[in-house]
């Protein structure tokens, strides 16, 4: 048996959801299964209810307002966004869906989950973060909105807590962003990434891989020294361990920041 035994609910509405989450202290949303199911076969963690997401329709899809916010629902696959005509206004979000793993994770996995679990080595936090996204966060008697750079928390923490679920993402108008990383391997998880968005005369850098959370740096210009020389600034100070030493995942900080901003320069 490769799973422990664990409850399993298919809740029809998001209040039933919602109320299912609250009802049991060792309950978990259940969204794409890409991370939590193998987690769960490698006993990391055991739930003792799975709330599978799936029949959820209000938290899927991709809307695009007039002024060009686009919102995204939780439950919204790497794939729906990378095919999405309304996605394409911010198309940052197509061009680094289309980075993670493999065809199987990208069908299968969710925006939402990729955000909740907070891997610091996964692909959209720091995305979020750059761009200045904001999470609605609901409760069992409460919506509140929280901005991606308070949302991540610290390693598999975020600001949605036990019995509520993260619904929606709302991605401001933009188009100058740019992605930058350098990963194990062709479809592999990152060993450090940078994300940038730049906001008429504002630069905002988050970089992903060298603390539990994303790190935010604000150059004074889009000149790669001065991007460099801001990331040196943040004194990062990052793990070492079999891939990259901490040493040279400053240097691919200072590197890659420098590439996303030279692409967010360019316009996407
Ligand atoms: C082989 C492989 C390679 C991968 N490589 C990469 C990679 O290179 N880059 C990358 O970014 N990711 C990678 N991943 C991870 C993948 O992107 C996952 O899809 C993602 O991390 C989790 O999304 P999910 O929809 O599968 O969520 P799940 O695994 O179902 O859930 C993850 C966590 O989030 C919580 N959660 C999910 N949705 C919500 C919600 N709406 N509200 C509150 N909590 C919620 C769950 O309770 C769980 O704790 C890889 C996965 C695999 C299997």
Known sequence: MLLREVEYARPASIPEALRLLAAHDGARALAGGQTL????????????????????QELRGIELSQDGTVEIGAMTTYADIIDSAEARA??????????????????RGTIGGNVCSNDPTNHLPPVLVATGATMTIAGQNSERAVPAEEFFLGVYMTAAGPGELLTKISFPPGKQDGFASVAIGADGTCIVNAAASLDGGSLRVAIGCVAA??????????DPDAV?????GAELDPPSDVHASADYRCHLAEVLAARAVEQAGRGS
């Not at 959370?213 to 889009?222: F, G, H, I, T």
């Not at 460099?228 to 040196?232: G, I, L, M, Y």
């Open 90 to 107: 911010r198309p940052i979000l197509g061009e680094v869906c289309a980075q993670i793993a493999d065809v199987q994770v990208r069908n």
């Open 37 to 56: 199911i193998n987690v769960m076969k490698a006993r990391a963690a055991s739930p003792d209810v799975l709330v599978d997401l799936s029949d959820l």
């Open 228 to 232: 460099k020389t801001a990331v040196r």
């Open 213 to 222: 959370v994303p790190v935010v740096v604000r150059p004074e210009s889009a």
